[in-house]
DNA sequence: ATGGTGGACCTTCCA
């Protein structure tokens, strides 16, 4: 199977890049995040035309989360099973799709370090691990993709002394981040290159930054071992944020063998 | 030059 998370930074303005690269790169699954739609605005039908299945989980103007499967999806949920109250946010959608538990997650940006929507975002991070613990299990496939706002290393970020007193790279930021993985899941792109610095996939729109190649690895394919184990091809689309209109992040796509 | 870009929206918030 092949699967795929793109943060589209507005699937309006984004659409007639989602279906061009849907039909050339032909994912099985695609996790959308930032559609910035409401539920009734979201193209389902023209989803539907190109082959694929989709749930939706939006609130217009920000935020919102999707996912389009052409090979099955079920039990579509939103939020998490964790007894807290249901997220302010539309963040994350849940579906089943070809056996695989798959989940399309937007995390917090926190803005800056010490506000409100920092704590907010150490929370939701907390929030996700508990609801991996409580709704599933770690020898099952399951995966969480989608737009973390977190760079676990330093070499994650173009560098780090740009980012002195900023969010995405502070340390409870990443310990939550690593509570997440340490639940039972992989992050499949590290990997498969372990030594390779300076692979992105996200650019600021701001000052040129993706022709400086000043980018940050903030978005994820993490998958439980059993997948993990089966990945074979695991790639940012750098071509997808060349061009018109495109979103300042790249698709982020694997390829799973199958079991 | 203390900015820059892009998307939502109602004049400013968000990333």
């Not at 984004?14 to 739609?37: A, G, I, N």
């Not at 007894?83 to 959608?93: K, L, V």
Request: glycine fraction near 8%; hydrophobic fraction near 40%.
């Amino acid at each position: 199977m092949r699967i795929a998370t793109w943060n589209v930074n507005s699937l309006n303005a984004r659409m007639p890049r989602v279906e061009s690269w849907l039909e050339s790169v032909q994912p099985d699954v695609l996790c959308m995040q930032e559609t910035k739609l409401a539920n009734d605005a979201f193209p389902a039908l023209t989803f539907q035309g190109l082959g694929y299945e989709s749930f939706h989980h939006g609130q217009g103007q920000w935020n919102g989360v999707a996912i389009l499967s052409r090979i099955g999806l079920d039990d579509p949920a939103v939020d998490f099973a964790d007894g807290g109250d249901a997220d302010t946010d539309a963040r994350i959608a849940w579906a089943t799709c070809g056996g695989v538990r798959v989940a399309s997650a937007y995390i917090p940006n926190g803005r800056e370090p010490g506000h409100d929507h920092y704590h907010y975002k150490l929370e939701w991070l907390a929030r996700l691990r508990a609801h991996l613990e409580q709704s599933c299990r770690a020898d099952d496939d399951v995966m969480v993709l989608g737009d973390f706002n977190v760079a676990p290393e330093d070499r994650d970020v173009w560098d780090i002394a740009a980012f002195e007193g900023a969010t995405h790279v502070t340390g409870p930021e990443r310990d939550a981040f690593t509570r997440v993985l340490d639940w039972g899941m992989v992050d499949l792109f590290r990997r498969q290159y372990p030594d390779n610095d300076g692979l992105f996939t996200f650019w600021d729109y701001q000052a040129g930054r993706f022709h400086k190649r000043q980018g940050m690895r903030i978005d994820f394919i993490l998958a439980t071992e059993s997948l993990a184990g089966r990945a074979e091809f695991v790639i940012v689309d750098r071509n997808a944020r060349k061009g018109e209109k495109p979103s300042d992040h790249a698709p982020l796509l694997a390829d799973i063998a199958a079991a």
